[in-house]
């Protein structure tokens, strides 16, 4: 059971993390935080001096999540194949807020890769987390190791166009319609690595 600190501070960055996506970090202030945990001020300050240690937090906690998921497809199924697939379908379980708010490593990474790249080398572990993982998965059906990192980045940028696509025109079909041809790219490309 969490202490009472350990749950302001939970809230404190579920909150934020919510606002940076919805809203992007830049348009999030510290008083839209404040506003949004109903936490006084300083005792915000108290667990985060900046916005941008709140951020860091944030990144953690979703680099957590990523990981608890990436880690739970591999125990549940011993088939690299199907984790693949289980990557592509990620995207249309999410695809109502992909549609609206992007994706939230894509979106992220790309405000702060405009002028705050120190900030972007931090939220950029969530690809690299995703890469490693998808590495292992090509690496596993018999890849090399270039080629498994050619595919996963690959794989990556088709994921990533096409939630960059459905959030342009704010259209889940787009992602309904692009993930089945993901899916079957995915089976083509693992099936000439046998």
């Known amino acids: 059971m969490r202490s009472k600190g350990d749950q302001v ?5 579920e909150t934020a ?3 940076f996506y919805e809203g992007g970090y830049n348009h999030t202030s510290f008083t839209d935080i404040v ?7 300083g005792n915000i300050y108290y667990y985060f001096k900046t916005k941008d240690d709140i951020l860091r937090a944030v990144i953690d906690h979703r680099l957590e999540v990523i990981t608890d998921m990436l880690n739970s497809w591999s125990r549940e199924e011993k088939d690299p194949r199907i984790r ?8 249309l379980e999410n695809a109502n807020d992909l549609a609206r708010f992007g ?8 405000e702060l890769g405009k002028g705050q790249r120190d900030l972007q080398r931090i939220t950029r572990a969530m690809f690299d987390t995703f890469r490693g993982w998808l590495v292992s998965q090509y690496r596993q059906l018999g890849a090399n190791s270039r080629l498994a990192d050619e595919l996963a980045m690959e794989t990556l940028a088709r994921a990533q166009g096409i939630t960059m696509v459905a959030h ?3 259209d889940v079909d787009t992602i309904k319609r692009e993930i089945p041809k993901f ?10 690595l046998k």
Do not use: K
């Not at 899916?183 to 000439?192: G, K, P, V, Y």
């Open 9 to 13: 501070r939970h809230l404190i960055v």
């Open 17 to 19: 993390n919510r606002l």
């Open 35 to 41: 506003d949004a945990t109903d936490v006084q001020r």
């Open 84 to 91: 693949l697939i289980n990557f592509a379908r990620m995207l």
């Open 103 to 110: 994706c939230p490593m894509g979106t992220i990474n790309a």
């Open 168 to 170: 342009v025109y704010e």
């Open 183 to 192: 899916e079957a790219w995915l089976r083509r490309t693992t099936e000439t």
